[in-house]
C-alpha cells in the first residue's frame, strides 16, 4: 500500500502563506498525471474536496487554494491565508488503488 | 445540486450487525462510482469499500473483507453498506461519498455522516 506522510500540525498567522506537505512511499504519477488528491475537514463537518490530480481547483473553491507536486512530494499552499480556512487537510492517492490511502492529516492551526 | 444523505447508525453490539444506506439525488446515480470513508473519534480519514457504477466490481480494506458488504440500488439511487460481526474498532462516522463518472479516482462529494458505535 502506499503511505502518505504529512506533518501533524502547522501554524500560521491570518494572511499569511501556508504551505502543507504530503509524502508518497512511492510514486503516485502515471505519464502526466499526478493522482493526488486534497480535502479539508472544518470540525463536526464533513471532508470537501479542495485539489484534485496534484493542481486542480475543484468547483466552488477559492483561487487562494493551489497545489503542486509530482512523483512523490506534493504540496497544498493556501495564500493568503484567511480565518475560515482554519481546518484539518488531508492528501490521498488513487495512483495504486484499492487500497485509496489518505495522509494522516495536517492541523492548519492560528499563530 | 448533489446531495448525499446516510442513515442507518447508532449504537450495537460487538459481534452483531448494522446496515448502513446513503439515498442520492442531484446526479444520475447509475452513472458514479461510490465508496464509503469512516473517521474514527478525533482520527484521520480511512477508505472502507468501494462499488463500481454498475455494481459489477467491489473492492474493500483488508481489515473489513468477508465482514462488510457493499452494494447499490440504482433503481433507488441507493448505496448500502451490511456490516457484519462488527467491532470495537469499527467505531467511526460513515461517510457515503461520490467519485467522478464511471470510476473512482478522488471523492468528489462527500454525505454528513453516520455514527456508528460498536460497544456492550
Known amino acids: 500500500d502506499i503511505v502518505l506522510t504529512q506533518s501533524p500540525a502547522l501554524a500560521v498567522s491570518l494572511g499569511q502563506r501556508a504551505t502543507i506537505s504530503c509524502r508518497a512511499s512511492?510514486?503516485?504519477?502515471?505519464?502526466?498525471?499526478?493522482?493526488m488528491h486534497w480535502y479539508q475537514q472544518k470540525p463536526g463537518q464533513q471532508p470537501k474536496l479542495l485539489i484534485y490530480?496534484?493542481?486542480n481547483l475543484a468547483s466552488g473553491i477559492p483561487a487562494r487554494f493551489s497545489g503542486s507536486g509530482s512523483g512523490t512530494d506534493f504540496t497544498l499552499t493556501i495564500n493568503p491565508v484567511q480565518a475560515d480556512d482554519i481546518a484539518t487537510y488531508y492528501c490521498?492517492?488513487?495512483?495504486?488503488?484499492?487500497?485509496?490511502?489518505f495522509g494522516g492529516g495536517t492541523k492548519l492551526e492560528l499563530k | 445540486e448533489v446531495q448525499l444523505v446516510e442513515s442507518g447508525g447508532g449504537l450495537v453490539q460487538p459481534g452483531r450487525s448494522m446496515k448502513l444506506s446513503c439515498a442520492a439525488s442531484?446526479?444520475?446515480?447509475?452513472?458514479?462510482?461510490m465508496a464509503w470513508v469512516r473517521q474514527a473519534p478525533t482520527k484521520g480519514l480511512e477508505w472502507v469499500a468501494t462499488?463500481?457504477?454498475?455494481?459489477?466490481?467491489?473492492y474493500y480494506r483488508d481489515s473489513v473483507k468477508g465482514r462488510f458488504t457493499i452494494s447499490r440500488d440504482n433503481a433507488k439511487s441507493t448505496l448500502y453498506l451490511q456490516m457484519n460481526s462488527l467491532r470495537s474498532e469499527d467505531t467511526a462516522t460513515y461517510y457515503c461519498?461520490?467519485?467522478?463518472?464511471?470510476?473512482?479516482?478522488?471523492?468528489?462529494?462527500w454525505g454528513q455522516g453516520t455514527l456508528v458505535t460498536v460497544s456492550s
Open positions: 461519498t461520490r467519485g467522478r463518472e464511471l470510476r473512482i479516482d478522488w471523492f468528489a462529494y
Open positions: 442531484g446526479f444520475t446515480f447509475s452513472n458514479y462510482g
Open positions: 462499488i463500481s457504477y454498475d455494481g459489477s466490481s467491489t
Open positions: 512511492q510514486s503516485v504519477s502515471i505519464s502526466r498525471y499526478n493522482l
Open positions: 490530480r496534484a493542481s
Open positions: 490521498q492517492q488513487s495512483r495504486e488503488s484499492p487500497p485509496w490511502t
